[in-house]
């Protein structure tokens, strides 16, 4: 740790474009054996691409790189094995259909003296590895039946199951709830204990404090500071990020007492495998609020916003939903959207987006339809409808024709987010909003619900933030084990009650 260590990588002079974009310019970077260092950087500012040249994902244009002191040369990601590198990717890249071990193991099953696949071998040393970072799976289940938390953290055992001495670390965290955040930065401790180099990239202020020794922010490609653990506040950094004095502003309850626009009483749905279906859950929205739904993870936030907007296929057996005064039976995402409710799904790649459409088709999806109705000729009528959007949004893209798979991931968010809004719907369902969305921007999207919820817009926000449900909702209704437990009045209750609460620690 600190300057004693030695220095595991050495990057000198990086430099990538894509086509006409340029994504990094001659960046320096230099990572110690068992220190954990923080890239940080607006979303777009270069972070993946940095990551993904030293992982061999990306040829980088320029520069040169070092590992262990010794040039090496980073064509491909056998090469970056090769140097002990692994890496734990922004956006999940695992196999759906196959197993958890089968993805932990994937190119590289142990084999039988007979030459085939040692299933035993693989379940057991999977086992060890799931166990070893405090996560409670079975091995053989198939990764399509996971939540994103749940795949979020195969992917990590993944990659410690490689055994590297150099680990990327591209936004672990996302999608994990305070425990399982906790459970991972012991597991860093550890191997930074080893000797292990961690690159970790993160958009969540307070855990950069926590597990940062050193951090290197970047800016358009370039590195514009660098802090060290003792100099680094997120004040200080979000500054370094954005190029000016950030307010880390969240918008004040609004107390709002607009009609119920949603209310859910006892909502039972039939138990499926590998779900936490909603077992008892109760909750109101008017217009003009903000509400929350804390809770560890599978808890069943994600599973009760897919029921409320028909989009899981699940059953209602019990208890009763009514939407803007009139009992409502979810059926199909289409009819909810038409009944005036708008979702953003916690996985933008599976629900969310047309990874290889482009950012105006992606934008104007949801209401192809009206336009259609108005008689306007879509294709001028969609660029000016999602060139606005994106310039309210602040989306950082290159071209409107670009596909939105070439945008950054923050970014990609945004285009989500932005369509649900152009929707002008009466319930705003949101699972995960500001998930790998960077610090400028999330007060931005803070702005945008705020706005929302003044023009009469019911919000129900699904996070595993306390920080965030704390300082953006009116209240939070704590949901455990699929029922809601417990509700908090944020005007009175903060973090600590909220996370006691998602624990169990109060009944
Ligand atoms: N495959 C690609 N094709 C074209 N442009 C790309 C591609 N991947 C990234 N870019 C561009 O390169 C720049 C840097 O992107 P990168 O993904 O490295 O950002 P990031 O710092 O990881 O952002 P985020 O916080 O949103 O994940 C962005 O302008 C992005 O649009
Ligand atoms: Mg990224």
Known sequence: MGDGGVALVELAGAGKSYGGVRALRAVDLTVRAGEVHALLGENGAGKSTLLKILSGEVTAGEGAIRIGGEA???????????????????????VPALSVAENVFL???????????????????TREVLERSGVDLDPRTPVERLRTGEQQLVTIAKALSLHARILLMDEPT????????????????????????????SHRMDEIGRVADRATVLRNGEVVAEFSAAELTAARAAEAMVGRPVHLMFRAASGA????????????????????????????????????????????????????????????????????????????????????????????????????????????????????????????????????????????????????????????????????????????????????VDVGAKAEIYRLLGEAARAGVGVLLASSEPAELVGVCDRVVVVRGGRSVHELDTASAGEAELLAASMGDVR
Not at 108 to 123: I, K, S, Y
């Open 72 to 94: 090496v040369r980073i064509a491909h990601p056998a090469d970056a094995r090769r140097a002990g590198i692994a890496m734990i990717h922004q956006e999940l890249d695992l």
């Open 257 to 436: 007492d607009g009609d119920e626009v949603l209310r859910v009483s006892d909502l039972v749905v039939r138990p499926r495998t590998g779900r936490r279906e909603p077992d008892g859950i109760s909750l109101t929205v008017r217009a003009g609020e903000i509400v929350g739904v804390a809770g560890l993870l599978g808890a069943g936030r994600t599973e009760l916003l897919e029921t409320l907007y028909g989009a899981s296929g699940s059953k209602v057996i019990g208890g009763r939903i009514f939407f803007r005064g009139k009992e409502f039976r979810p059926r199909s995402p289409r009819s909810s959207l038409r009944a005036g409710m708008a979702f953003v799904p916690e996985d933008r790649r599976i629900a969310g987006l047309a990874l290889d459409h482009s950012v105006v088709a992606n934008t104007v999806l949801s209401i192809v339809d009206r336009l259609a109705r108005f008689g306007l000729v879509p294709g001028r009528r969609e660029r000016a409808v999602a060139e606005g959007e994106t310039r309210r949004l602040g989306v950082k893209h290159s071209s409107l024709t670009d596909p939105v798979g070439a945008l950054s991931g923050g970014n990609q968010q945004k285009v989500v987010l932005g369509r649900a809004l152009l929707t002008e719907p009466a319930l705003l369902l949101l699972d995960e909003p500001t998930r790998g």
């Open 174 to 201: 996302s999608a994990l709830s305070p425990r399982e955040v906790e459970r991972l930065f012991t597991v860093i401790d550890q191997l930074r204990a080893d000797g292990v180099a961690i690159v970790y990239v």
């Open 107 to 125: 190119g590289r099953e142990p084999h039988t003296r007979a030459g085939t696949v040692d299933r035993r071998r693989m379940l057991a040393q």
